[in-house]
């Protein structure tokens, strides 16, 4: 019975389907190269040091409240070149003139963990976190444009960067980062691991044009492990009342 | 040119329209889709070092391309991206039948089904992608035959 229905399935879509071949690798190697260029990554066992816990430092003018830190848009550096050619790569619609360093993170060992933002013709922003790692070409790592709607619908958005799991399955290879999205009802972060710890997460606001609060958050090596992994992101208001959490997806082992 | 490189070149040459088709139901066109697709090969062609044999290769770049259509989609989502794609055929009209049946699925599901029909991914490359058991995916596929089976049929089609 599968299979006919299986059979029949396919023969409705794939009059659906469009044939047209329209693949270019030659385009594809040239976009390549351009990344290659902008995106080279830094060594592993670098980075394996470097998984501490960061905290948020601002480049200039910045008011703090608990966790979180308003940084000015207009009074931030203006972003060098190599930066405003890669928001000019996305196709968000990026107003690269505008590209401004944001905030920056210590994260040992000399490495730092740098934020651009630029705003797009469209009302949003394109944002890249830069990983500069001693003696290694400059890194932009989360690259993305995302427009206003998404800035404004879900309290708390958050993606995860995992570097695969050990050879005895049982210890993800760092580093393990978090990165991340608020909204303006967000006050307070609280990442909850399986193991009964959490850790206040330390976010920068920045007011508008972009309008948004940003996180980067490098899980330390002691939350690698099976039975201590990061579960829960818990986003509060002023009042410390829950606004929106995440469930910490991606941070797993293959078949669990 | 390395192993990898000429892995993601042959990759790239065997599923390139598969792809292009399965990711315009999340971008809304083909254009986009097209560009999605370049754009998910020339990352991943760029750090390939960073692939390190978990689930397939044909996976690894549609997970790649899927973040990017939902990045530059047409239609605004909240974040996760991930759980806020709301797949959709492209030209709903050449089959309203199956059109109506499909809407009728969760978005999930749907996309599955996508995979499946248009992306012609295999059930263990599906399982990689979603990231989820291929025991599940069996069943979702299952799930989603039936259901569109039953939405097909002019009892189904009426509920």
């Avoid at chain 1, 995106?39 to 980075?47: E, F, G, I, S, T």
């Avoid at chain 1, 590209?99 to 994260?107: E, G, L, P």
Wanted: glycine share 8%.
């Amino acid at each position: 019975m599968i299979d006919g229905l299986e059979t029949e399935l396919r023969e409705r879509f794939a009059p659906l389907a469009d044939p047209t071949d329209d693949s270019n690798w030659a385009a594809v190697r040239a976009r390549s190269s351009e990344h290659a260029r902008h995106r080279q990554r830094p060594r592993p066992k670098l980075l394996l040091a470097a998984a501490l816990v960061l905290g948020v430092l601002l480049v200039s003018p910045a008011v703090g409240l608990r966790g979180k830190v308003v940084r000015l848009f207009d009074h931030a550096p203006a972003a060098p070149e190599r930066i405003r050619k890669g928001f000019g790569l996305l196709s968000g619609g990026a107003l690269t003139g505008e590209a401004r360093k944001v905030a920056h993170a210590a994260a040992g060992q000399g490495i730092t963990a740098t934020l651009w933002l630029t705003p797009t013709k469209g009302g949003g922003f394109c944002s890249a976190w830069g990983l500069d790692v001693p003696n290694t070409p400059p890194d932009s790592a989360g690259v993305g444009c995302y427009d206003r709607a998404m800035a404004t619908t879900y309290p708390v958005g958050v993606t995860t960067e995992l570097h695969g799991v050990s050879e005895d399955g049982t210890t993800l290879k760092g580093p393990v980062l978090l990165e991340g999205v608020v909204d303006l009802r967000v006050q307070s972060l609280e990442l909850r691991f399986s193991d009964g710890d959490s850790a206040a997460i330390p976010f920068v606001w920045v007011p508008a044009p972009i309008a948004t609060g940003f996180f980067l958050y490098a899980v330390p090596p002691r939350h690698w492990r099976k039975g201590h992994l990061p579960t829960t992101l818990l986003a509060r208001d002023a009042e410390g009342h829950e606004v929106g959490h995440r469930e910490i997806r991606g941070v797993s082992f293959p078949g669990s | 040119m390395d192993a990898r490189a000429h892995e993601l070149e042959q990759l790239y040459n065997a599923r390139y329209v598969t792809f292009r088709n399965a990711l315009a139901t999340v971008t809304g066109s083909r254009e986009s889709a097209r560009d999605a697709v370049q754009e998910a090969f020339a990352r991943a062609l760029a750090d390939r070092e960073r692939y390190r044999d978990e689930g397939s290769l044909a996976a690894w770049v549609w997970k790649i391309a899927f973040r990017v259509a939902l990045e530059n989609r047409r239609r605004p989502q909240p974040w996760p991206l991930e759980e806020n794609a709301d797949p959709e055929l492209l030209e709903p009209e050449r089959d309203p039948e199956l059109a109506a049946a499909l809407r009728r699925l969760p978005p999930r599901r749907r996309l599955v089904v996508f995979l499946r029909y248009f992306g012609d991914f295999t059930y263990a490359e599906i399982s990689a992608a979603c990231g989820v058991s291929e025991g599940t995916i069996a069943a979702s596929l299952a799930q989603a035959r039936e259901e569109l089976r039953a939405a097909m049929t002019p009892e189904g089609a009426a509920k």
